[in-house]
């Protein structure tokens, strides 16, 4: 089903695209397909020159799940000194974390095609490897130990969000009781390879240059915003698109007439894939 992007991308943009066919859940829980996608982007860095490409000027792209391993392989690989680092990564609406599901945009578009909030947890949840009927309790937060909620609160919540994305309205919840057993179950989302947006300042500092796609009508809105935030607020640089009237897997209508605001989100994808 990416074919059409893949090819759109490395026909406008002129770059050599290599796309990761990583192993998938619920077969393959986390984190088969981070080890998939660090192991295709490793291998590329080392036999760059082989395909004609300078290994100092590769881009890591990856849209929703696709931008969290993006992520992912990005902060795991700015600690490395045997190769040469990304250029830049581009998130076309991330899914960045998997400790707040009660985000405005988490809220506000719990009923918005393409992706439903329930639908964002049957896959975050396959993808973990963590039983289905555990869904209201990742809703609940249950998962989270005090400790970890007040480290986490500089970096999430909905005080980090601008007001203008809160005029749609926002209820905050009541932050149920600490379930250690749960948290057992799901700890492994605390890993920041897996919840990206939860890396400590001091990876967050290496990062290279990043853009970040955002969609108005997107249950993961909220997570590209507060990396952006994160990222901004040490000093990295960022490019932000925001489609005020896109919904989450607009880029994949860019050739679609209905969809104009997809061929203009897939136009700046592109543009700043030419000039990183």
């Known amino acids: 089903s990416y074919d059409d992007f893949c090819r759109c991308v490395a026909k406008e943009s002129g770059a050599v695209l290599v796309s ?3 192993r998938l859940a619920p077969e393959h829980t986390y984190p088969a397909a981070l080890h998939d996608c660090l192991i ?17 000027s590769i881009v890591l792209c990856g849209d929703s799940a696709g931008g969290n391993l ?23 609406y991330p899914s960045l974390q998997m400790i707040d599901y009660d985000l405005p945009s988490f809220q506000q578009n719990s009923m918005v095609p393409l992706l439903l909030r329930e639908r964002t947890q049957f896959f975050k949840l396959t993808y973990l490897g963590v039983d289905l009927s555990l869904s209201e309790d990742l809703l609940s937060s249950v998962h989270v130990p005090p400790e970890l909620r007040r480290k986490f609160s500089k970096w999430l919540g909905a005080h980090n969000i601008p007001d203008e ?19 057992q179950r799901f700890k492994h989302a605390f890993d920041p390879a897996c919840s990206p947006l939860l890396a400590e300042d001091a990876v967050i500092r290496l990062l290279p240059k990043t853009y970040i796609l955002t969609c108005e009508f997107d249950v993961l809105r909220d997570d ?13 640089p960022v490019t932000w698109y925001h489609v005020r009237d896109g919904f989450h897997g607009i880029v994949s209508f860019f050739n679609h007439p209905a969809f104009k605001s997809g061929k203009q989100a897939m136009d700046n994808v592109i543009a700043f894939i030419k000039d990183a």
């Not at 690989?77 to 250029?87: A, E």
């Not at 994305?165 to 948290?183: A, K, M, T």
């Open 70 to 92: 993006a992520a992912g392989v990005s902060q795991v690989l700015v600690t490395r000194t045997d190769i040469s680092r990304p250029r830049a990564q581009v998130l076309i």
């Open 165 to 183: 994305f809160l005029v749609r309205g926002y209820d905050p919840h009541v932050i149920s009781d600490f379930n250690s057993e749960i948290y």
């Open 20 to 22: 990761v066919g990583y």
């Open 40 to 56: 295709a982007t490793t291998h590329f860095l080392k036999t760059a020159e082989q395909y004609g490409v300078n290994a100092s």
């Open 224 to 236: 590209g915003i507060l990396f952006k935030k994160r990222l901004e607020d040490n000093r990295i």
